[in-house]
């Protein structure tokens, strides 16, 4: 409108020569001809020589119009980033033969209880709001089921909420504790979503580093070094995205002492928690409000898109003591109002009746692990044994490359997609994410590929 403004204060009829195709608001430019067409502009023609602004002076006038309307935007918003992960996915659309290790998310389809749940109930006409906190019936499974694999008691009447996704509950949970200007404390390589959501809630993100020769695991001293008197969230989430590592109890411990010495929060995203393998699978997952002192004071991320390969159903559910989860539930009144009804039917059957699919889907992943560590391993890309979620985090630098150019240069050239690993924070510089959410068979030909991208590169 401001464009429009600026024409209508000169003249009622323009034609304006252009050369490529764009749009500004109601105002769609076509290359094959010399109009703006618009429904605020009559679609009357004058003579090209009665009226004409050069390309170049029309482009400027635009780009400024559209900077200016820019500059009255939240800065809170506009302060961060778009994800560094998509870029990747949108080149590999265009192209063909692709295997993509890019996409976070299982390739297997939901199991069949759930799918028929999830029918059952709109066949049922089941088909308006459920309450606001969710189907009492799946709230009670989730607390039977966190009873049962972590021995953490949670009421299902007010201390469990059934969310859009853990995504929407990290939300909920950081406006519930993040006041402007206090510091949240996050280890990196992490979700590209947790730095992005403080933020969103008017909190400073604090990272914490990680490194390769800890198995990519916080400690205890690295966190305490970075608490000043604003900090007041730690942000913990493992097994890790992007970096398959899982924390061990004696680990989270320790990590427990500094948080009560401190008095902090914590949020912990567990959503990979049933996809551990190796000694972390024969010790168990290790769940934060299990942890002496931690329960009171931890906000407990979950859901059933990784387990149960539901990410396209949108349920996730937090779990923390009334006093925390009253304040969530304002935001999530007001925001969303309740999760859709006919997946909370379909995560309650999974929680009932797939569990022997849950398993059959973690033994999958862990036959593909162990095939893509020991592949890129053995062709000298060095990668430490992950443990959790379905990531392998490999060390590029050995090619010179940085995890951008390699990422680039292996999609362009051997046709697949994986993520930079400095997409996930700044130490994943010189490390490239690969999701081995994908079939044995292309996990396998990725791995051949990828070695020999690496190979061809050092020569």
Known sequence: MVLLDIVRSAYSVVRIPYLQTSRLGNVTIRNTNYAILSRNLPRRFVPHSAFSIPNSAFM????????????????????????????????AATMEDVISLGIGEPDFVSPRPIIDAAVA?????????????????LREAVADEMQRLYGVGYNPANEIIVTVGASEAMMIAMLALVDPGEEVLIPEPCFVSYGPLAQFAGGKVVWVPTRAENDFQVTAEDIEARITDKTKLLFL?????????????????????????????????????????????????????????????????????????????????????????????????????????????????????????????RQAYDARRRVIVDG???????????????????????????????????????????????????????????????????VTEAVRRITRFADNVRS
Request: net charge negative; proline share 5%; charged share 20%.
């Open 60 to 91: 400027e006038t635009a780009t400024s119009a559209a900077e200016r309307l820019a500059e009255r935007l939240s800065e809170r918003i506009r302060s961060v980033p778009q994800s560094g992960i998509r870029r990747f996915f949108e080149i």
């Open 121 to 137: 109930s709109l066949e049922a006409g089941k088909t308006g709001y459920t309450a606001n906190l969710g189907l009492i019936e």
């Open 237 to 361: 989430g493992y097994p890790n995205n992007p970096t398959g590592a899982v924390l061990r109890r004696e680990t989270l411990e320790k990590i427990a002492e500094v948080v009560l010495r401190h008095d902090l929060f914590v949020l912990s995203d567990e959503i990979y928690d049933r996809l551990v393998y190796g000694e972390a699978y024969n010790e168990g997952h290790t769940c934060i409000p299990s942890i002496d002192g931690l329960w009171d004071r931890t906000i407990m991320l979950n859901g059933f898109s990784k387990g149960y390969a539901m990410t396209g159903w949108r349920i996730g559910f937090a779990c923390a003591p009334k006093p925390i989860m009253d304040e969530m539930y304002k935001a999530h009144q007001y925001v969303v109002m309740s999760a859709p009804t006919m997946g909370q039917w379909g995560a309650l059957a999974g929680i009932r009746e797939a569990q022997e699919d849950v398993e059959q889907m």
């Open 376 to 442: 890129l391993n053995a062709g000298g890309l060095s990668t430490f044994e992950p443990e959790g979620a379905f990531y392998a985090f490999p060390d590029i630098t050995s090619t010179g490359l940085s995890s951008e150019d390699f990422a680039q240069r292996l999609l362009e050239e051997e046709h697949v997609a994986c993520v930079p690993g400095d997409a996930f924070g700044p130490s994943g510089a010189g490390y490239l994410r690969c999701s081995y959410a994908n079939s044995l068979e292309n």
